[in-house]
């Protein structure tokens, strides 16, 4: 991916400055100005270790510079930050802002980590329902009161290796590539396409969750299926619909052998030209362009009933302090109301699709065709359920839905006995 | 006669070597004991990480590991693990340092490159060997492709999976195990060996004869040292499996890991997998000792 000149021109200043003034004049009672005159020093916790990281220390530093509030980061891995979190809040050493994702918000509400925000505050600062996409505004929420504020919207899309599908006649006559239209012309195409150490299909990445876990819950949510009932009292594992998903994430390895083998990572084997089509999250999309990595990215394939797309959105959240500190609170809402406002640059530059519409109509990114894709798969958007053993449950899934993706368990056996384990899970 | 027992007394209860004990001992309560008793209490609690209030539970959380398949399948794994790595944990090393410890030519150079895997974090090791025996990318596949003798991956089958780990561990430790061998070796007497060739025993009569029983006492520590770690086994799972595929790499302490840090926090169970654990590894501790003490004199 080019570097992008980070110089400001006269042109492109005058530019922002009419642009600025602009919005300023014609919805003046829309956003409050940024507090001016807070000094303050916040932390804000985060798991950004990716290429995405680099790209926020570079948000942060224009925000110190424009507003003077220094911002102490704190980078650790997810499920490190997590458990840190969990301790440290009650202990009143927690952040003053945290990134989590939308999954981990009703059981860290749940424990009293997370404070809520109130209608009033939202309004006083700025924030409304109406500027962001439904899904990840609403997964901000547990049980009817908010918890967070949505940043972007990580998401499931189709990478595909252009070279291995023109090889495989996959093109159309316009120069296009050819995509499958459900779960069986999915297998078709992928058989074809494998060949000695050559796989025709992979999902996810890595041997963890993102790769079992979160690939499952997209192909049972494409077939109207969930992990709990709607009433979140117990599994709804043990389905039809979640069975015959279940089904099909085993026929990729263990009885068709298009996917890639257990403990592979499908993410080298797409950079290594060794994988054709491969549903995986946006967070790869800058990692293959920093590779120079021949890719086309296209909408996840509707494999069942419907086209949902897996998503996973960050939300920043205030963990509950011991005791109140306003300026530090005020500053923090002015680091949140500034990334948001801020937010086409970080889509841009991270290549996450921004939870707020605010900059889904920038050209800069609907001319960008990975970008415009992801954004297109807005309607289809789903996101955990919102109860606390969401995580729990995920993390019972992984070796059960691994050990269905080897043969190593029948499928209906394996959903049983991974239902079980979810019922059976404190509350 | 009194006097001289007075100061002889005085020189008994002196507080100087109890002072200099002080700081070490302070840090030992605090560190060891300190969590290791808490540690306890906290295994008959419903205690989770992050909350204050918590209850105690009796023996709940330890009937709770009776039911749970996969703590008992952990157990089996670890043992499983500890039983494949022992052989060549204690054969390699002392293999390597018998040839070191004869005179090969660049012995400093082997010495040095045989211990520097051991330098290495378990991070390091595990991220490496996981791409090394990656099925798909990896070097080790590509040439036995390239060979003609395609195999699946190690980590890829559950029947394999473990001895990728088993590989690992081997590989990151024989250097450390050697260092003592090298040691104990270099402590037998000269004159046994030449006593022995004298009478016309054949080198290997000289090994089973001098050598082993000499190094009974060293033997005893590698051995008890490393069934101690393999029970603990942890990085190396975390970093190349997770546990996986399905569970057929789930250690004893990746189970608790996952129950403490991931799965709702749940100290209280984490706790009592703990409490296990030191049970399973005390009783196989005692029985080394049991076995191999009686013989290590000479």
Redesign the interface.
Known sequence: MPKRSVGITRRRFLTSTAAVGATTILAPNRRPALAQGVKATISFWNGLTGADGKVMDDLIGQFTKETGIAVEQQRIVW??LY?KL??S??AGEGPDICLIHTVEVP?FAS?G?LEAIDDRTLEAKGFRGEDYLPSPWNGGTYQGKRYTIPLDVPQHTFFLNPKLMKAAGFANPDGSLKLPGSKDELLQMGAKLTSG?V?GFAMGSG??IGRYTWSLHNLLWQNGANIFTPDLKKCALTEPAAIEAAEFWGAIFAKNKIA??????PR??FI?G??AMWIAGSWNVSGLREAKVDFTVAPVPKLFKQPIVFTIPHQFSFPKPKTQDATRREAAWTLIRWITDHVAEWTLRAGQVSANRKSHTDPRITGDPALRTLLAQGPYWQHGQST??W??AE??T???V??V??G??PVKEAMEDLAR?INA??D | MFAGRRRALRRRVSPTPYLFLLPACLLFLLFRVYPLVNGLWLSFT?A?????EYAFVGLSNYEKLLDDP?FLLSLVNTAYYTVASTLPILALPLLLAVLLNRGVACKALLRGAFFFPFTLSVVTVGLAW??L?????GPF?YYM?RIGLPM??L????QT?MWGIVLTSVWWVTGYYLVIYLAGLQDIPRHLYEAAAIDGASAWRSFWSITVPLLRPVFLFVFVIHIIGSFQIFGQVFV????????AT?TVVQHLY?TA??????FGSASAMAWVLFAVILVFSLLQFRILRGHAEY
Do not use: C
């Open positions: 499920p490190d458990a969990q301790v809040t009650p059981h424990d980590i150490d796989f041997a963890n890639t083998p257990a403990n592979a990572n080298d084997a290594a060794k994988v606390p053993k995580v729990p993390n019972l992984r070796p059960v691994e050990s993706y080897i190593q368990k384990q899970l404190p | 419903n989770r990480l992050g909350r204050a996969r996981l791409w025996l990656d099925p798909v990318v596949n492709r699946p991956s980590l890829a089958e559950p999976a190349m499996t997770q546990g996986g595929p399905g569970d789930r996952e840090f991931q799965s709702l926090f749940h």
